[in-house]
């Protein structure tokens, strides 16, 4: 497994608090002039605060944890050597793709390290703009220009986190589906080591 326990445990509470975000976003009613946010708008504000708390305290470990995965193969923009790498990962995913199969899962894969940290970059987006809202919108619901500016760019965080919520649990059960076990593994915190993914038949 590619990843210590604590991230594994941060990684739980970060999917559930935002999958209850993403979904209490759908059913709450927002504050506009002369009206008021309902209870799932407040919840939605006080647990947005503590999802981005803990996602703060996953960019620290991220930065200093031991394992394979280091912090900068999650942010490989400004290496030339890294972008390579992905590269070489994405023909790999195609050379596999095309024999409906999916590349061993044993060691770390550039691709897939890239693509998290571009979820937790959104998310942390997400999670600052909403803080910003929090005390920005005045208790009657209004909005000066540049706090209505950062609603926009909260609302297009939050579509662009569904897209990507979908396509990483997608990812996720294919994986599973052609025996990595990975999602068995990301889930196991009680266990300091997960046993070794499997590989796929090629």
């Known amino acids: 497994m590619h990843y210590d326990r604590f991230?594994?445990?941060?990684?739980?509470?970060?999917?559930?608090?935002?999958?209850?975000?993403?979904v209490g976003s759908l059913v709450m009613i927002h504050p506009k002039p002369g009206r008021q946010g309902d209870l799932?708008?407040?919840?939605?504000?006080?647990?947005?605060?503590?999802?981005?708390?803990?996602?703060?305290?996953?960019?620290?470990?991220?930065?200093?944890?031991?394992?394979?995965?280091?912090?900068?193969?999650?942010?490989?923009?400004f290496s030339l050597a890294r972008y390579r790498a992905i590269q070489e990962d994405i023909k790999q995913f195609a050379t596999h793709a095309v024999r409906f199969r999916l590349p061993d899962a044993t060691q770390p894969s550039p691709l897939a390290s890239a693509i998290h940290g571009l979820g937790l970059i959104v998310a942390t987006l997400l999670g600052m703009s909403?803080?910003?809202?929090?005390?920005?919108?005045?208790?009657?619901?209004a909005?000066?220009?540049?706090?209505?500016?950062?609603?926009?760019?909260?609302?297009?965080?939050?579509?662009?986190?569904?897209?990507?919520?979908?396509?990483?649990?997608?990812?996720g059960i294919l994986h599973q589906l052609s025996g990595h076990g990975s999602m068995i593994a990301m889930i196991k915190v009680w266990k300091k080591n997960p046993s070794p993914l499997q590989t796929s038949p090629v």
Request: charged share 5%; with cysteine; net charge positive.
């Open 130 to 141: 909403g803080v910003i809202l929090f005390l920005g919108i005045s208790k009657n619901g």
């Open 143 to 171: 909005m000066v220009g540049w706090v209505h500016a950062v609603k926009e760019a909260h609302e297009v965080f939050g579509s662009v986190l569904w897209v990507y919520l979908m396509a990483h649990a997608c990812m």
């Open 40 to 77: 799932f708008y407040a919840m939605h504000e006080t647990w947005g605060q503590v999802v981005l708390g803990v996602l703060v305290i996953h960019w620290i470990w991220s930065m200093v944890r031991p394992g394979s995965i280091a912090f900068a193969q999650l942010f490989p923009w």
């Open 7 to 22: 991230t594994r445990l941060l990684h739980i509470v970060i999917a559930c608090g935002i999958m209850t975000q993403m």
